[in-house]
């Protein structure tokens, strides 16, 4: 599913000294596989937003082990609010609330398995640049939580929901990336335009985007 990267910074290396990397990857596809027998619809989305995530990290050069397990597992907190996920009408803010818990939820399982790097970029994956977000955080330790919340963005337009048909792909990848253009200092536009001809050209078939 991911190469074995190098870490990234002398923080990250420490967490990963005690970290199987290989027995990771299989444990997430091990959990995948569950997912996918039990509640198809939610691994369709979890696995969509995983494969985009790990495509914007491999042209981004991304080394980062961690992040591209955090790709696949920050939205395994949906199963704590499904019913809420799952509903047919737009949701009420206090319903909002409950569903922005998933983040801590999809943390706290990262946290028990020591997968600190993880967690901390599951948690943070809600932000823009700006500082709005679920945390409104304005710097993040680890940008690579950008680059899911731009995967999400994509993949949850183009998926059809009750009360809004599903967004075409050129409107998904307009809504992925609307929030992050604006500060070059954390997201330049040259990796913006990359990022938007990954997003162009990527097929989910979980979902029926293909090329």
């Known amino acids: 599913m991911f190469e074995d990267f190098e870490m990234h910074d002398l923080a ?26 039990f509640k198809p619809n ?13 495509a914007i ?31 047919d009408t737009v949701l009420l803010p206090e319903e909002r609330d ?24 599951v948690y943070y994956h809600h932000e823009f640049p700006s500082g709005k977000g679920y945390h409104r955080a304005q710097k993040l330790r680890y940008e690579e939580a950008y680059y899911i919340h731009m995967a999400e963005l994509f993949v949850e337009s183009i998926i059809p929901k009750r009360y809004r048909p599903g967004y075409n792909r050129e409107m998904a990848i ?11 200092r954390i997201i330049s536009k040259e990796r913006i335009r990359d ?7 990527i097929e989910l078939p979980e979902l029926g985007v293909i090329r």
């Open 12 to 37: 990250a290396s420490r967490n990963n000294e005690n970290i199987d990397i290989n027995r990771e990857q299989l444990l997430l596809e091990a959990r995948l596989d569950m997912l996918k027998t």
């Open 57 to 87: 990290g491999e042209m981004l050069n991304i080394r980062e082990a961690q992040f591209y397990l955090a790709g696949y597992y920050a939205n395994f907190g949906i199963l704590s609010v499904e019913k809420l996920y799952k509903k």
């Open 42 to 54: 939610i691994y369709a989305t979890v696995h969509s937003i995983g494969t985009v995530s790990k």
């Open 195 to 201: 990022i938007k001809e990954i997003l162009d050209a």
């Open 174 to 184: 307009e809504w992925a990336l609307e929030g992050f253009g604006s500060i070059d």
């Open 98 to 121: 409950i569903i922005k818990m998933h983040s801590s939820t999809s943390m706290d399982f990262l946290l028990q398995q020591e997968l600190n790097i993880a967690a901390e970029i």
